[in-house]
């Protein structure tokens, strides 16, 4: 009856500490997206990539655009972290260019987007190792 007890208990905490990673993460993840530069820098971009108008938003999933800001860094809270999820950046209103991602793909749930000064692409690294993002 003891060894039958003291099993079953080990079958409850083994569950209980194994079940999130069975399911899939819990919580949220959030991204921080950094500001633009406040002149832009001189590109080794592909000319569609560039922004002529310098006018330029994104958008996560389906979710409103949202103004690049070149003042202040901006965080998007609550994103479900076993979902993929979809990064669009607009030139004037218009897609230019997007990618997905799972934040099972990074080792940390605060993410930071910013366009790479060099190739005008945007990027999402773990904020950690990210000082330009300055989400709090």
Request: proline content about 6%; aromatic content about 8%; some cysteine.
């Given at each position: 009856?003891?060894?039958?007890?003291?099993?079953l208990?080990?079958?409850?905490?083994?569950?209980?500490?194994?079940?999130?990673?069975?399911?899939?993460q819990i919580?949220?993840?959030?991204?921080?997206?950094?500001?633009?530069?406040?002149?832009?820098?001189?590109?080794?971009?592909?000319?569609?990539?560039?922004?002529?108008?310098?006018?330029?938003?994104?958008?996560?999933?389906?979710?409103?655009?949202?103004?690049?800001?070149?003042?202040?860094?901006?965080?998007?809270?609550?994103?479900?972290?076993?979902?993929?999820?979809?990064?669009?950046?607009?030139?004037?209103?218009?897609?230019?260019?997007?990618?997905?991602f799972?934040?099972?793909?990074?080792?940390?749930?605060?993410?930071?987007?910013?366009?790479?000064?060099?190739?005008?692409?945007?990027?999402?690294?773990?904020?950690?190792?990210s000082?330009?993002?300055?989400?709090r």
């Amino acid at each position: 009856m003891v060894r039958t007890m003291v099993r079953l208990a080990a079958i409850l905490i083994l569950g209980a500490i194994l079940a999130p990673l069975l399911i899939g993460q819990i919580g949220a993840g959030t991204i921080c997206v950094a500001p633009l530069p406040k002149q832009l820098p001189k590109t080794a971009a592909t000319p569609e990539l560039f922004c002529p108008s310098g006018k330029l938003s994104f958008k996560i999933d389906g979710e409103k655009a949202v103004p690049w800001s070149r003042e202040e860094s901006a965080e998007i809270a609550g994103l479900d972290l076993n979902q993929r999820h979809r990064v669009v950046v607009l030139c004037d209103g218009k897609a230019q260019q997007s990618f997905s991602f799972r934040f099972s793909e990074f080792k940390e749930q605060q993410l930071c987007l910013f366009l790479n000064d060099l190739y005008q692409t945007a990027q999402l690294w773990e904020r950690k190792r990210s000082p330009w993002c300055k989400c709090r």
